[in-house]
Every structure is written in structure tokens, then in C-alpha cells.
């Protein structure tokens, strides 16, 4: 076993778990969701039956219920003496669906590849025997290719050179690469909520203590929230999306921007901005991006190419003071080698060409959203739909915090989710559930309608306790 949650805090992730009868089959139910997306690690001993069912107020043979049932579907394992721990997923398990099996798999928040890439790609062959004379890695990123980079900051305003310029295998290896580095086992970071979850995990596995900064689809930033989290805690560090926030859709506002920048410069902190969403602009129009009026060692910019053009181009990277380059890749070595030359060849191309690749990102997102805006409204009136001007994604509140019961019983039907949970820094969400409008248009009127289905279902089987408006009964 690696570690322990207790009755309290998995009461506490729990939330709205009980939705539907028999009571220990969403109990157990809730438990699985928790181990699907990750919120509990495998290799995790469960409180004792005894502990649990006084944490949540049922009976002792409800959790033991709940245990059998999660021990026949292969997600703990029971030693006596030991106790229950959670089992790493299998192949069978549901958040592992094949999408060749006709599941309509929504956890992923990444378009399809853009149409020309394959053109890219054997364009790139074609000078396959220049790249095989190379050592195939590199671990600073090609110079054509940085300097391709450097050329996009320069043209909006931000003047690059090469040398501020580290390629990664992803956004994500370029998250914990800065993590790694960066952080310190009980060092302060602050993080929006919702927020990317990868992202928060990266940050929790380099022993960072989060702080959350609530940021909402109609309200935006809690901006005095933001100014006292980082008087009061000087975080080493501090994640933000400032364009088309994942989860929510949102953009930071000019006086948002200020306000982080000012905070951050005043208290020390190393603002990492992920910015790869921020060129999948559908109708919200060209927008000053910011934070480059402060000391430029505390402003790191993360881009990659996954959701512009695919996410199986893994390549990435980090804009940054040149010190911090020299420290990364000083560091690099201990996570991987360096991207492959490959990949670097191809992304060359495409960033020299993305101004072409954008506006046609923008036509499919447009379609995805609008497809999921109508039929949301259409068949799930009760439920609030915010207008989403561009990202992935949209943050759509329930009228009811059910959203992790929603997600088990979708999965039945053959669309998977993640629920608003698996988003937050410090627990809730409930209430709200992540809807990417990736997919094709009728993929997407097909889970939307599959989850309308659910949602009859779900809300049915509720206590009465869950009205609209009202919080959890438990």
C-alpha cells in the first residue's frame, strides 16, 4: 500500500454520492468515480467499515456492502488485517473503453487531428534520410523549430529569442518538468477552481501545498480572493489559464490580468501561464494577453500543439527567462532524454504555418459548440448553458449537485465523463459537469441526448433533499 485516505476526507470527496437505491450500490458507485478519475490513487487503503459508515451515517453493513460489490467489479482488494486498497485500473475497466467499441469517450478534451496534417507528415518523410544522421532526441528542442516559436511571441508583442525557448514531449511534460524544478515538498501554490487536473496533479506529486482561486463562467476570477492568496501565503508558484480556461471556457479580462501580475510580482511568485488553449478562438476576437510588463523571471509560458493540431503530436514547450531554460534542461535528463526529431520536424512546419491551421480549429469548435448549445437547451432546459467563446470545453451547472451520479449512469449508456469534481482543487463541483465539444457534431447531439436519458434516471432515483438550490442531505 502507498497511502491512507480517511472517513472524513473520502466522505468529504464523496459529496453527493447518495442518489439512488440500494444505498450501498452508490455508495460504491461513488467510490469507483473516485478511483476512475484518479482522485483516489491505486495502491489506497480505505478507512475501516467501522469508521466510514459514522463518517457518512449509515449502517456498518452498508459499507460492507458497498466494499463486496467494489471487490466483484475488481476495484479493491480485502486482506484481513490489512484492510481494503484500491487496485490499479484494468483493461476491462470502464474509464479505459476503447473507442472502437462505440463509446463516445468525452474525457479527452482534444479535436480530432487537423485535416492536413498527414500532408505535414510525409512532407517531413520525405527528409527522413537528414533526420536519421541525427542522434533522433535533443534535449533543448531543434533550433528551426525554437526559433519558429520565438517568432509567434515576437509577433504578438512579446520579443523572443531561441535561447527563451525549451521544447518538451507535451504541455503536460513541460507542467512537471516546472514542477519538479520549481517546487519543493510543502511549498505554496495557487491554482484556479476548477482547474486542469493534470496539472494539479503534477503540482501535488512535487509536494506542493494548493491554494484555490474560485473562477466562474459568468463572474470570472474572484480577484480579491487572488490579491489576498498571495499576500498571505507568498506561493512559490501560481498555475493560471488566462484564455479559454479549461474547464470553464473563460478569459481573463484585462483588469484580471493586472491584478494576477501585480499580486504575483508583489509577493515573488513564478506566474506559469498555460496558454495552449489560447489560440482556439471561436468568436470572442484578438485580446492583449498580458503579464509581459512585469520582471519577465517570474512569467513562464506553457503552448503546445495537442489541441490546435493533435494530441498524438507530442510537442510542447516552455517560454522563459533564459536562466530558467538553463536550469530545466540542466534537470530534464532525470524525466526523458529530449523530443523526438521526428516530431520536432513536423511541428517545425506547422507552426510556421498555424495562422492557416486556426481559422479552420475555429470552424470545427464553432460547430461543436453550437451542436452542444442547442441540444443542451433543447432537451436539459433546467440545467444553465453559458455561452463559450472559444476553448474545448463548457462548464455547465446541473440544477441539482448530482454530477457524479451523472457520469456512472452515462457510462452505462455508452458516453463517458468526467464529473465536476475531478476539476477542483479543494472539493465541491457537484454541481457542474465539463462538456467538451470536440467530438463531431453527431457524436456530440448523441451523448448530449444519452446524458438527457441519464439525467431523467439519476433524478428520479434522488432523495427528495435534492432539490434545486438545495445542497447535499446526507
Same mark, same amino acid.
Given at each position: ?296 523571471? /517570474? *512569467?513562464?509560458? %506553457?503552448? #503546445?500543439? @495537442?489541441?490546435?493540431?493533435?494530441? =498524438?503530436? !507530442? ?5 522563459? $527567462? ?83 451520479? /451523472? *457520469?456512472?449512469? %452515462?457510462? #452505462?449508456? @455508452?458516453?463517458?465523463?468526467?464529473? =465536476?469534481? !475531478? ?5 465541491? $463541483? ?45
Amino acid at each position: 500500500m502507498d497511502s491512507r485516505i480517511s472517513a472524513r476526507a473520502l466522505a468529504s470527496a464523496l459529496g453527493g454520492w447518495r442518489n439512488r437505491e440500494p444505498v450501498y450500490e452508490a455508495l460504491a458507485d461513488g467510490i469507483r468515480l473516485l478511483c476512475l478519475d484518479n482522485r483516489i490513487a491505486a495502491r489506497t487503503t480505505l478507512p475501516a467499515e467501522r469508521e466510514l459508515a459514522g463518517a457518512l451515517n449509515v449502517s456498518r453493513s452498508t459499507v460492507a456492502a458497498a466494499y463486496r460489490s467494489l471487490r466483484d467489479t475488481g476495484h479493491i482488494l480485502s486482506v484481513r488485517g490489512s484492510g481494503s486498497v484500491t487496485l490499479a485500473l484494468q483493461r476491462h475497466d470502464p474509464g479505459l473503453t476503447s473507442p472502437t467499441d462505440g463509446v463516445i469517450d468525452l474525457q479527452q478534451a482534444s479535436p480530432s487531428a487537423w485535416p492536413g496534417l498527414a500532408g505535414v507528415l510525409m512532407e517531413a518523410a520525405g527528409d527522413s534520410a537528414a533526420l536519421v544522421a541525427r542522434v533522433g532526441y535533443d534535449v533543448l528542442g531543434r533550433y528551426d523549430l525554437r526559433s519558429a516559436i520565438a517568432r509567434r511571441y515576437s509577433e504578438r508583442g512579446l520579443p523572443t529569442d531561441p535561447s527563451e525557448v525549451l521544447v518538451t514531449t507535451g504541455a503536460q511534460s513541460a507542467i512537471h518538468l516546472l514542477a519538479t524544478v520549481m517546487l519543493g515538498r510543502g511549498d505554496r501554490a495557487l491554482m484556479e477552481t476548477p482547474t486542469y487536473p493534470h496539472a494539479a496533479d503534477a503540482l501535488r506529486k512535487a509536494g506542493a501545498r494548493l491554494g484555490a482561486i474560485p473562477v466562474d463562467t459568468l463572474l470570472g476570477w474572484d480577484v480579491d480572493r487572488a490579491e489576498q492568496a498571495f499576500a498571505r501565503t507568498l506561493p512559490v508558484m501560481a498555475y493560471l489559464m488566462p484564455d479559454f480556461q479549461n474547464p470553464t471556457g473563460r478569459s481573463m479580462s484585462a483588469h484580471e490580468r493586472s491584478v494576477f501580475a501585480r499580486a504575483a510580482e508583489r509577493a515573488g511568485t513564478l506566474l506559469v501561464l498555460d496558454e495552449t488553449t489560447a489560440d482556439l478562438d471561436i468568436d470572442r476576437g484578438p485580446v492583449q494577453r498580458g503579464f509581459d510588463d512585469i520582471d519577465p523571471t /517570474l *512569467v513562464v509560458r %506553457v503552448g #503546445s500543439l @495537442g489541441k490546435t493540431v493533435w494530441g =498524438g503530436l !507530442r510537442v510542447g514547450w516552455i517560454r522563459a $527567462h533564459d536562466s530558467l531554460i538553463r536550469r530545466l534542461v540542466a534537470a530534464r535528463s532525470t524525466h526523458d532524454l529530449g523530443t523526438p526529431e521526428f516530431e520536432q520536424a513536423v511541428a517545425t512546419r506547422l507552426i510556421r504555418g498555424l495562422d492557416d491551421v486556426l481559422p479552420q480549429r475555429a470552424e470545427l469548435l464553432r460547430a461543436g459548440r453550437d451542436a452542444a448549445t442547442d441540444e443542451l437547451r433543447a432537451l436539459l432546459p433546467e440545467w444553465n448553458v453559458p455561452h463559450v467563446p472559444g476553448g474545448v470545453a463548457m462548464w455547465v451547472e446541473l440544477d441539482a449537485p448530482l454530477s457524479s451520479a /451523472l *457520469v456512472m449512469d %452515462v457510462r #452505462s449508456r @455508452g458516453v463517458l465523463l468526467s464529473a =465536476g469534481p !475531478r476539476f477542483s482543487v479543494d472539493g465541491g $463541483h457537484d454541481r457542474h459537469l465539463r462538456i467538451p465539444f470536440t467530438a463531431s457534431t453527431e457524436d456530440t447531439r448523441r451523448a448530449i441526448g444519452a446524458l438527457a436519458e441519464s439525467w431523467q434516471s439519476v433524478r428520479a432515483g434522488a432523495p427528495v433533499s435534492w432539490a434545486p438550490g438545495i445542497e447535499a442531505v446526507v
